[in-house]
């Protein structure tokens, strides 16, 4: 499986941007997702994930209520619709499928990674 992630840019705090994770395949819809992201000098961190059904979703505190992350199993695609940002929100955006049909908030669980798209949030 191969993902593509796209969407980043640059925007003001309050804005609101939408990232897409395309993946290659058939089995995109047997995959739970999940987005990761990594500010400059921090660790990866968890941001939201989706079961292969869409029906479950984690998020990580700070997001909750302002990011809401969705799939679309006929166009391989998962999204992260992300509003109000904050200046703290900016960093490379990964996403993640994982083999298995339960969300995960768990990178190591996670066995494909995207390449990064970078938000940045300006204050």
């Known amino acids: 499986v191969q993902l593509q992630a796209s969407g980043g840019g640059l925007v003001q705090a309050g804005g609101s941007l939408r990232l897409s994770c395309t993946a290659s395949?058939?089995?995109?819809?047997?995959?739970?997702m999940g987005w990761f992201r990594q500010a400059p000098g921090k660790e990866r961190e968890f941001v939201a994930a989706?079961?292969?059904?869409?029906?479950?979703?984690y998020y990580e505190d700070s997001v909750k209520d302002r990011f809401t992350i969705f799939r679309d199993n006929a166009k391989n695609t998962v999204f992260l619709q992300m509003n109000s940002l904050k200046p703290e929100d900016t960093a490379v955006y990964y996403c993640a499928a994982a083999r298995r049909g339960g969300a995960t908030i768990r990178g190591d669980e996670y066995d494909y990674w995207g390449q990064g798209t970078l938000v940045t949030v300006s204050s």
């Open positions: 395949g058939r089995t995109f819809s047997t995959y739970s």
């Open positions: 989706i079961s292969w059904t869409g029906g479950s979703t």
